[in-house]
């Protein structure tokens, strides 16, 4: 199975600021991985897929990049929504999760 | 637009089996793979599987194979997700999502409890 590691697990910060989530596969899977952001109560939602393709109706702060076993997910101006937690997903082989990352307000 | 309307809450003793299901709308629901995502809750999300509701194959996760049965009904757009032999770590939040680049649109959950 294809392990996928996010770091941090929990990140504070500040409205306004630029904020990186680091996703790491346990191998290769080319470019096969998605972003999604979950607030409390609520199904999780695509931001990104294609590790840098924008899901329509994203706002443009939102970017992804990356290919093989790193990627990254950078919000460029953090925003008061924006606090919630982030999974990166890879679909290379089958379908997993990572363990997710809290946005917490600092 | 697309709409993934899941079935309600059930409360399951051990070893029993539970049936959720999922009715899309809004597209055409044999265009599209589903997907089936478990949360427990306070946890993060854990992959089950997949269903093509154009011809019924089925591919599932390792460790839900033998437990885990996913079908579809393409008369009424409903995709189901039966999870048998059930046990109390099995209390989660199920969900079906289609799958359009990533799983681009996700039903409401439902929360299935497993207790004695």
């Known amino acids: 199975d294809i392990q996928m590691t996010q770091s941090p697990s929990t990140l504070s910060a500040s409205v306004g600021d630029r904020v990186t989530i680091t996703c790491r596969a346990s191998?290769?899977?080319?470019?096969?991985l998605a972003w999604y952001q979950q607030r409390p109560g609520k199904a999780p939602k695509l931001l990104i897929y294609?590790?840098?393709t924008l899901e329509s109706g994203v706002p443009s702060r939102f970017s992804g990049s990356g290919s093989g076993t790193e990627f990254t997910l950078t919000i460029s101006s953090l925003q008061p929504d924006d606090f919630a937690t982030y999974y990166c997903?890879?679909?290379?082989?089958?379908?997993?999760f990572g363990q997710g990352t809290k946005v917490e307000i600092k | 637009q697309v709409q993934l309307v899941q079935s309600g809450a059930e409360v399951k003793k051990p070893g029993a089996s539970v049936k959720v299901s999922c009715q899309a709308s809004?597209?055409?629901?044999?265009?599209?793979?589903i997907h089936w995502v478990r949360q427990v809750p306070g946890q993060g999300l854990d992959w089950m599987g997949w269903i093509n509701p154009n011809n019924g194959h089925t591919k599932y996760a390792q460790k839900f194979q033998g437990r885990v049965t996913m079908t579809r009904d393409t008369s009424i757009s409903t995709a189901y997700m039966k999870l048998s032999r059930l046990r109390s770590d099995d209390t989660a939040i199920y969900y079906c999502?289609?799958?359009?680049?990533?799983?681009?649109?996700w039903g409401q959950g439902t929360l299935v409890t497993v207790s004695s």
């Open positions: 999502a289609r799958v359009v680049g990533g799983l681009d649109s």
């Open positions: 294609d590790a840098s």
């Open positions: 191998q290769s899977i080319s470019a096969w």
């Open positions: 809004g597209y055409t629901f044999t265009d599209y793979f």
């Open positions: 997903q890879q679909y290379n082989t089958f379908w997993t």
